[in-house]
């Protein structure tokens, strides 16, 4: 069997790729990095030039040479070869008939417990109340909490300054413990938002309502600063869904500066270099929640990686999917029940992308150029 051709689809803030066979076989595969698409695409592109006639099944080799045969790496790059790489992969599951995670060492589990992973903000206490109480009611066993300061800068200043920061965040845990109770989980995201003294006081003062994780509670860029924070407090934190090398998850768990990492599998080389940081992480007693902010690929090839290894935590299920939002985007959804997805069945990653999910949902890339301020006209980390 040989690679004859090489294809991009956008859809939504969605790019996909899709990998011809002579055998008739497709492979579908997702980019990670949202903000880049374009260039992501581009990125694919150039590599498709050394994919076409040669062996589908060359997965390691192929994940290894793209890594090295150019001195620049990053974020695009790692990106372009993560979407590659799980197509590649649903092409040798579906060449050999079987889920991918039979190719990983078969199931260590019947199915993936998930979190909501919300991307709206409540603007006032009733209606955030009101949206816990609802994820409870449609099965969700944990969900994710925003604490990353408000939605937009007040000009005085108050609700950003360290007391009140650190107040009203709390407010918000304490509010959505009381609605739904002890038997649901939280995932508080801080998405980086905090500096150090900040999330120190703040994890401290949180930690009677019991959170299940604190989510880059500062920028994960200085691997030291994170391991100080996890030193000094109660709740475990999760890191790592901007990394993209295996090393830096060995540095990271180095430093024992987090509980769960955060590998995202259409960023950081697919699913063969997440594979080999799982297990890097059983190595060190961490757990794994892998980072899905994408569409209905990336979940599936987290659902594969989830069903193979030892170490799961908890899987994130993005709120962009949320209520069927995205279920006409591939031909068959994955399925939710009890606060969990069910692991496909069907050969390689366990979707196909529907015929007109570009008309569907049309491409729209996600984020911008412009940084989020603070009240006095400074930068903040996003």
């Not at 060190?284 to 193979?308: E, F, K």
Request: charged letters at 25%.
């Amino acid at each position: 069997m040989k690679i004859t051709d090489l294809k991009l689809r956008y859809a939504k803030h969605y790019l996909f790729v899709q990998i011809y066979t002579d055998a008739g076989i497709i492979g579908l595969g997702e980019a990670g990095n949202w903000g880049y698409l374009n260039a992501t695409g581009e990125a694919i592109l150039k590599f498709k030039d050394y994919l076409i006639g040669k062996d589908p099944f060359r997965i390691e080799d192929f994940n290894q040479n793209f890594l090295r045969s150019v001195y620049f790496r990053g974020s695009v790059i790692m990106s372009a070869i993560s979407a590659i790489d799980i197509a590649l992969w649903d092409i040798k599951g579906k060449a050999l008939g079987v889920p991918v995670y039979e190719l990983l060492g078969g199931k260590t589990r019947e199915k993936v417990r998930v979190y909501a992973s919300v991307m709206t903000k409540a603007t006032d206490n009733e209606s955030l109340v009101a949206g816990y109480r609802q994820l409870q009611e449609q099965g969700f066993t944990a969900a994710k909490i925003f604490v990353n300061g408000p939605i937009e800068a007040p000009a005085d200043g108050k609700g950003e300054f360290f007391s009140s920061r650190i107040e009203s965040e709390l407010e918000k845990v304490r509010l959505c413990r009381e609605a739904v109770g002890s038997d649901f989980d939280f995932v508080l995201e801080v998405h980086r938002g905090m500096t150090a003294p900040e999330a120190i006081a703040f994890a401290r003062a949180v930690e009677p309502y019991r959170p299940m994780v604190l989510e880059d509670p500062v920028p994960p860029d200085n691997v030291d600063t994170m391991a100080e924070v996890a030193s000094k407090i109660g709740v475990p934190i999760a890191t790592g869904e901007r990394f993209i090398s295996l090393r830096e998850f060995q540095v990271l768990m180095n430093r024992h500066a987090a509980a769960y990492i955060r590998p995202d599998v259409c960023a950081v080389g697919g699913i063969t270099v997440s594979k080999k940081i799982c297990a890097v992480a059983e190595a060190n007693d961490v757990l794994v929640i892998p980072h899905n902010p994408l569409g209905p690929v990336s979940t599936a090839a987290c659902l594969q990686l989830c069903a193979s290894i030892p170490n799961l935590g908890i899987q994130e299920l993005p709120g962009f999917c949320l209520n069927g939002a995205e279920d006409r985007m591939v031909k068959e959804p994955l399925a939710f029940q009890d606060g969990c997805l069910l692991i496909p069945e069907a050969p390689g990653i366990g979707v196909e992308l529907a015929d007109d999910a570009e008309d569907l949902y049309p491409a729209k890339e996600r984020g911008s150029n412009a940084a989020k301020r603070a009240f006095d006209g400074s930068v903040k980390d996003w």
